[in-house]
């Protein structure tokens, strides 16, 4: 009798350890890849970003440096009041302007220009090169009088605690995922996307952990999204139905 309970038992034990984690090691590939997803993300981050080699070698235990980009409240967004200033051409200044929604910002001459997402400094370059088509050495100046609205950050999916957080200082992913209180169980830590502006990035949270890639900078608007691990939500089921299978035999004492 007690080998056709284990024989009823085997196909679930079998699959249970078939689902079980083993240990990840990423290729080089993956690595390289994960890297070069971060790096774009970071190229138009809001952070203080780290920066590390794209590497699987985990003997060097180089710490992850850091560079100073703009953060998110350095960008300009919508609704923001600017007055752009065009030297010792008044008729071509403009004070007290709306960011629209749509980004943009209208001037004399040049017409619309898009700044949103952009920090003053780019904002300035831009119109100047803008207005290099009408005149020589433009000299361009913006100052933004009201920043409008918090930057946020959106983390939902597979964490304990999924919602809209407010993007404070030099907030990086990392920092989100803790804010949403880390992935549930069945978190996929190797299944983590990015979106922003309408792209998506697949970042593999274990190997910013350990400073292998760079931990991503966030800018207002972002989203991350923590997919489930198929695997462990197949085990997650075999080891809630298990005590129902086995009752029976524990109540006949077999």
């Given amino acids: 009798m007690k080998n056709k309970t284990l024989s009823a038992l085997l196909p679930l034990l079998v699959l249970t350890a078939c689902t079980s984690s083993s240990p ?19 190229a138009q981050s ?5 920066t590390a080699p794209a590497t699987s070698n985990y003997s060097n235990n180089r710490a992850p440096s850091y560079k100073r980009v703009p953060t998110a409240s350095d960008r300009i967004s919508t609704e923001d009041k600017l007055d752009v ?9 403009a004070r007290d302007l709306t960011v629209e929604a749509s980004g943009a910002i209208s001037l004399p001459l040049v017409g619309t220009v898009q700044v949103a997402g952009l920090t003053i400094a ?8 803008r207005l290099k088509e009408f005149m020589q050495d433009p000299q361009v100046s913006i100052s933004r009088t009201n920043k409008a609205i918090e930057n946020r950050v959106t983390v939902e999916g597979a964490v304990k605690s999924p919602g809209v957080f407010p993007i404070k200082g030099n907030m990086s992913f990392l920092q ?19 979106y ?19 931990d991503p900078g966030l800018r207002g608007d972002d989203r991350i ?11 997650k089921k075999v080891l809630e139905y298990l005590p129902a299978v086995t009752a029976p035999f524990s109540i006949l004492g077999l």
């Fill in 225 to 235: 999204v923590v997919m489930q691990d198929s695997a462990k939500v197949r085990e």
């Fill in 24 to 42: 990840y090691v990423p290729t080089p590939a993956e690595t390289t890849a994960a890297a070069n997803s971060v790096d774009a993300l970071n």
């Fill in 122 to 129: 780019q904002a300035e370059q831009k119109i100047t090169q």
């Fill in 46 to 50: 809001g952070s203080y970003a780290a």
């Fill in 196 to 214: 922003r502006d309408g792209t998506r990035h697949l970042v593999n949270l274990d190997l910013v952990r350990n400073g292998t890639i760079a």
């Fill in 85 to 93: 200033n065009v030297f010792k051409v008044p008729d071509l200044s």
């Fill in 176 to 194: 989100a995922i803790a804010l949403a209180q880390g992935l549930t169980e069945v978190g996929d830590s190797r299944g983590v996307f990015f």
